[in-house]
């Protein structure tokens, strides 16, 4: 069992940055597949990033590529989310997730979840 602790959410204008991070105590996290996801109010859980377990592999969706980074540190136990230029519709509870396995976009396939952390970005 892997327990996932996100934060770093909060209150942003549009344009600025957040960076959000995922921490686990147990030292196997640091070889799971990490992935984000987020929900905005009414609608479903969707992907936003993951990162291989070395870490040289990262995926994103297009509605955040080129914006948002997600990145490991193996010797501190924790993966990040960092976010520039944010945007309103980027206003979501943002959730941390890991697998022992490949990467993977579905989240039905991660076995270990945060409690979320909340991301406003106003206009």
């Known amino acids: 069992q892997v327990q996932l602790v996100e934060s770093g959410g909060g209150l942003v204008q549009a344009g600025g940055s957040l960076r959000l991070s995922c921490g686990a105590s147990e030292r196997a996290f640091s070889s799971y597949v990490t992935g984000w996801f987020r929900q905005a109010p009414g609608k479903e859980r969707e992907f936003v990033a993951a990162i291989s377990r070395s870490g040289v592999a990262t995926h994103y969706a297009v509605s955040v590529k080129g914006r948002f980074t997600i990145s490991r540190d193996s010797a501190k136990n924790t993966v990040y989310l960092q976010m520039n230029s944010l945007k309103p519709e980027d206003t979501a509870v943002y959730y941390c997730?890991?697998?022992?396995?490949?990467?993977?976009?579905?989240?039905?396939?991660?076995?270990?979840w945060g409690q979320g952390t909340q991301v406003v970005v106003s206009s």
């Open positions: 997730a890991s697998r022992d396995g490949t990467v993977t976009f579905s989240r039905n396939l991660y076995d270990y």
